[in-house]
């Protein structure tokens, strides 16, 4: 168990649709990073926050935003869902803003129909 | 061509083989991990280094900044260790952004 959740575990929904996706950083842990894992690209960094800022983009979509909260969790937002975004969304949590050990959640898998 | 390039992409071996799985990466970085992927889709660090050498029970990865690659080792392999493994590095450029190897699937019979 690395300390980190995510929320849900499984989402169905349809093209179109806007869903949220949720992430608890370890205990302590002050940076969050989104990944996408889909069977054609492989992993891929989305997003950072650094202590509730924004702080390294990766290949996100317009039609996707992140924050983070005050207590430190994230949410991911997609909207506007397409089939091609179908994937596991995975969050990750560090000590810090430089290169640290990361700890990864469990995933979220997302379909859409 | 991707920054960072793993090989072999798929490995089978017989429990007790040593293995080998290599990553070359054409950026300067400030570190590489080392992240395993089991069949439940979890994702689990195994090692972060920036230079020599690093041990963890049968698990050694070892990496060369001038040459730009990194391999990590499996002694005594066990069908346990039947996994995605996957490479990824620190860009100097954008340090925060972690830039992925495609994952080696390793199968251990035994």
């Known amino acids: 168990d690395s300390g980190v959740t995510q929320t849900p575990k499984h989402l169905i929904t349809a093209t179109g649709q806007r869903v949220t996706l949720r992430c608890s950083p370890r205990s302590g842990d002050l940076s969050v990073y989104w990944y996408q894992q889909s069977l054609d690209q492989g992993l891929q960094f989305l997003i950072q926050?650094?202590?509730?800022?924004?702080?390294a983009k990766g290949n996100i979509l317009e039609r996707f935003s992140a924050q983070q909260f005050p207590d430190l969790h994230s949410e991911l937002n997609l909207s506007s869902l397409e089939l091609g975004d179908s994937a596991l969304y995975f969050c990750?949590?560090?000590?810090?803003?430089?290169?640290?050990?990361?700890?990864f959640g469990p995933g979220t898998r997302l379909t859409v129909t | 061509k991707n920054e960072v390039e793993q090989s072999p992409q798929n490995l089978t071996a017989q429990e007790g083989e040593f293995i080998t799985i290599n990553c070359s990466y054409s950026v300067g970085i400030s570190a590489l991990h080392w992240l395993q992927q089991h069949p439940g889709g979890g994702i689990v660090s195994l090692f972060m280094l920036s230079s020599g050498k690093k041990k963890h029970g049968r698990l050694i990865a070892t990496i060369n900044i001038q040459e730009k690659h990194s391999s990590l080792h499996i002694t005594a392999s066990h069908p346990r260790d039947s996994a995605v493994y996957i490479c990824?590095?620190?860009?100097?450029?954008?340090?925060?952004?972690?830039?992925f190897g495609q994952g080696t699937r390793l199968t251990i019979n035994p």
């Open positions: 990750a949590s560090s000590g810090g803003d430089t290169p640290y050990e990361q700890y």
């Open positions: 926050y650094y202590n509730g800022e924004e702080r």
């Open positions: 990824a590095v620190h860009p100097l450029q954008g340090a925060q952004k972690l830039v």
